[in-house]
């Protein structure tokens, strides 16, 4: 299952940074995952530094 952003967003970049297959990108408020590439690694779940990034 996708990993999801939630509103505790800081838009830091971290979490671009750590995804191998580039499932992140810059959202209207805050950074978004897209669902259909995410492979559910979590990489981008340890970098975030609020805890934004979650199972779906």
Do not use: K, L, W
Request: with cysteine; hydrophobic share 30%.
């Amino acid at each position: 299952m996708a990993r999801v952003i939630n509103d505790t967003c800081i838009s830091c970049g971290s979490c671009i940074e750590s995804c191998p297959v580039d499932a992140i990108s810059q959202g209207d408020t805050q950074y978004v995952i897209d669902a259909d590439a995410c492979i559910d690694c979590g990489a981008c779940e340890s970098t975030c530094p609020t805890g934004a990034i979650s199972e779906a």
